[in-house]
């Protein structure tokens, strides 16, 4: 393939971006969308405060506009996120208890029936893990309405949209020693064993080059997907953008057949939460980086 989509589409898996609305007008932006990706992400506009802003108000417009422009380019959509502790709307971080609980599943309940039918898979729950040693769950309001929080969630979603793929969304749980990463894949485990639906596990992947590359990685992937979830690679930018490691991270998804594909955050370098950092496969005219190359060849190579 000569594009991140044809070549990915060309080994079974996908290529996508995150995306935001208000750049579609880009004619650069949207020229290398159109090229490159055929699943897209939409960054923040599906996100509890954008979508809900006022309680049981729904607010679609920005989220419809990116749903309808990737249907009418023959481009999936990812959605992200139905359950977060950050991004909620100030209505929502006031609540607690049973009037949170009954708030997060009627917001479930709305926004993966908005969508129901058009999304390949939705982040459900997004980032429960704590950082360090402890392998446990974030604090949050959401996790103080009760540690059962996280199944209801995926159970209002496949009530909501029986076929769209449900996934838990994290980060820094890529190194298969972490504590994060035994803690989630143990709930996955259990949420298998008791029939809780979850199809898929997204890894967020915004790797910071100062560290050791992941060298267990697709180990990690495939003993996720030895539970039986799909895997992807949900959020990718690399410091620097180092091409090794873009590299390494497109292998190791190609070498575990369950992993679906890879989303990275963003198209330019201008477009991403860290800019600073260059982290994506473009830069800021939209011309094509040395890691472009990097993922492509990987991706055509085997
Ligand atoms: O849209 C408002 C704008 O009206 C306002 O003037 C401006 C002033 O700050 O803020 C704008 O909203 C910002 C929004 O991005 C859109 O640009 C928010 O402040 C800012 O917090 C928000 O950051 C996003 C961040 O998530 C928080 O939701 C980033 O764009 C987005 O890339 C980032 O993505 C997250 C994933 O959702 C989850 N995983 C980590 C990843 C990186 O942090």
Redesign the pocket.
Known sequence: GTTLGTAAAEKGRYFGT?V?AYKLSDSTYSGILNREFNMVTP??EM?WDATEPNQNQFSYGSADQIVNYAQSHGMRVRG??LA?H??QPGWAQNLSGTALRNAMINHITNVAGHYKGKIYAWDVV??AFADGGGGGRRDSNLQRTGNDWIEVAFRTARAADPGAKLCY?D?NTDDWNQAKTQGVYNMVKDFKARGVPIDCVGF?S?LNNQSPYPSNYRTTLSNFAALGVEVQIT?LDIEQANTTWYRNVTSDCLAVAACAGITV??IRDSD???SSQNPLLFDGSGNKKAAYTAVLDALNSG
């Open positions: 995150a935001a960054e923040n996100k992200h996120a977060w950050s991004q997004n980032e969304n980060y967020q915004h959020e955050w963003g991403s939460w860290r």
